[in-house]
């Protein structure tokens, strides 16, 4: 079974600063990997898709890059402003086409 | 892309009763799914729901408790039976409309007293 941590499950910045979120799946065999944002009692808003024969994505200030051998994935948020507070969730679908969430780092940029 | 709304956004429910969750798609899609998201947890795939089949349940999740129907390609709905407080969550419904990105709802955050 696909286990997803994300690694640090709360994240507080001072706006500016580049943010860093982690996401490790146990199981390397899979077919993509999509970061969502979460706002608070909201639904799920897609930021990334990274392809398993992919190593990265880019979307404006957002990079995600992906080591499939190492089951890591790492989104780049540059330059964080308060509009950026939310929880980011990994979610990695395996060969079965299920995906499996991690809990979620959730991110505060202060002003 | 696909866009999802869902209805209720929102409710708070008694014990022992039961509430059912509308899902409507803008778009004909095969596959379609319910999660739900315990407060302060993840998601959790509840069951798959493809149109003129049974609904398929994961582990730990069965059908006298979450009920599913699947009428046509744009249309889904999900009851949650005889409620207890530990059924508060969030209730999203999700469309795959290719094998790659998957596309969720607004979310239905259901209250149980």
Redesign the interface.
Known sequence: KQEVTQIPAALSVPEGENLVLNCSFTDSAI??L?W?RQDP??????LL?I?SSQREQTSGRLNASLDKSSGRSTLYIAASQPGDSATY?C?V?GVD???S????TTVTVRA | SAVISQKPSRDICQRGTSLTIQCQVDSQVTMMFWYRQQPGQSLTLIATANQGSEATYESGFVIDKFPISRPNLTFSTLTVSNMSPEDSSIYLCSVRPSTDTQYFGPGTRLTVL
């Open positions: 077919y993509n999509q969502f009692g909201k639904g799920l808003t897609s898709l392809q969730l979610a679908k086409y299920k995906l969430f991690g809990a979620g």
